[in-house]
């Protein structure tokens, strides 16, 4: 079953070129929504496991774990792609930030050769890709400076950075019909990392430690996933940012998380201690200040997502 919903108010400003170094397609006139196959790489991973439950209610959906695809192997790329035929195939496969640094050659195959070999597989059975990228394609400085742009330079400070914008080179060059969507610190259910946790530790009294020398946008999955199908309908490719709106540190992420679940200040001062980036120990340096901004999802007439509190406390409040 398919059906069409007409756009009311389809806002772009004529004559802006900024559509223009993505491989322009004539404006949509109308959302098409339909039924479609959809192929998701890395599904065991946060986006990819809240992407294959959200998809697969109206979609014929394959979700395919590591074990299942390993996508820097391009004979089973290939393999799978070929015989399932999807219309659209999402990468969420990803060599994470100190792994990366600690082995080039994995992170040049997961998060550069694996892309490509997913992009070249759906050019050629005429397949959408979405690729997720990341705000650590910036360089985080100065502090307090605009939110990034996909007009601004990429100059990625870890290697982690550095492979995720070559990845998103090799997606744009072997698929003319793909998104790359940069997103920023991704929360949701049924990943370990302190902005998927800290507000059920803070509920069962457990102290924490919370950053506050790193901003960023923040995104709530289920958001993420929102604005990603929104995206796909128009049929504009081209490179996305998509966070909540707004920057805050993890500390600033972990008060707002406390004061949600009706914490008082006196109760979080004690539950939360402030720690320092340089005191981690990191394997990979971290960007200071990635804050992002859409300007294609503006030209689009999207509005910004909703803002970063109202986002967390649907998630705490769940
Ligand atoms: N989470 C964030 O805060 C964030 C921020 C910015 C951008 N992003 C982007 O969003 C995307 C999804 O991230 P995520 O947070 O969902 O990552 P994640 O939770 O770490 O999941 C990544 C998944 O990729 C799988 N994987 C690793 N190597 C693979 C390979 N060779 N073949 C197939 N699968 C492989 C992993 O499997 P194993 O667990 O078995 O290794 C894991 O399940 C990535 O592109 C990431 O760069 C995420």
Redesign the pocket.
């Known amino acids: 079953m398919s059906f069409v919903i007409f756009v009311v108010r389809w806002d772009v400003r004529s004559g802006d070129s900024l559509l223009s170094p993505f491989r322009l397609m004539p404006f949509p006139t109308r959302f098409t929504v339909g039924t479609m196959k959809v192929l998701i ?9 809240h992407l294959a439950r959200r998809l697969s209610n109206e979609h014929e959906v394959l979700a ?4 299942d ?4 192997d391009r004979d089973a790329v290939r393999r799978r792609v070929i015989e399932m035929t999807p219309g659209l195939i999402i ?6 930030v100190d792994e990366s640094e600690q082995n080039l050659a994995k992170a040049q ?3 550069v050769d ?1 892309p490509r070999y997913l992009a070249e597989a759906a050019s050629e059975v005429g397949a959408e890709i979405v ?6 394609a910036f360089a985080g400085e100065p502090l307090k400076r605009a939110p990034y742009t996909v007009k601004d330079e990429l100059n990625p400070v870890n290697v ?1 950075g550095r492979t ?1 914008v070559s990845g998103e080179a090799a997606v744009r060059e072997a698929c003319a019909r793909s998104y790359i969507v ?6 949701g259910s049924g ?1 370990k ?1 302190f ?1 998927c946790v800290v507000h059920n530790d803070l509920r069962t009294g457990k102290k924490v430690r919370a950053i506050d020398d790193i901003w960023s946008s923040t ?1 709530y999955v289920a958001d993420l996933i929102d604005r990603v199908m929104t995206i796909r309908a128009t049929g504009q490719y081209g490179t996305y940012h998509v966070v909540n709106d707004g920057v805050c540190s993890y500390y600033e992420f972990a008060r707002e998380a406390g004061r949600v679940l009706g914490l008082t200040g006196a109760q979080l001062d004690a539950l939360i201690e402030i720690t320092h980036e340089r005191d981690m120990k990191r394997i990979a340096a971290r960007p200071r200040y990635t804050p992002l901004r859409c300007l294609l999802s503006e030209q689009l007439g999207l509005p910004p997502m909703r803002d970063w509190r109202a986002a967390l406390a649907a998630y705490v409040r769940g």
């Open positions: 790489t890395g599904a065991a991973g946060l986006v990819g496991s395919l774990k590591r074990g695809l390993d996508i820097t990468n969420c496969a990803v060599l994470q195959a997961v998060n694996g690729q997720f990228s990341t705000q650590y982690y995720k940069r997103t920023s610190w991704v929360y990943k990392s902005l995104t």
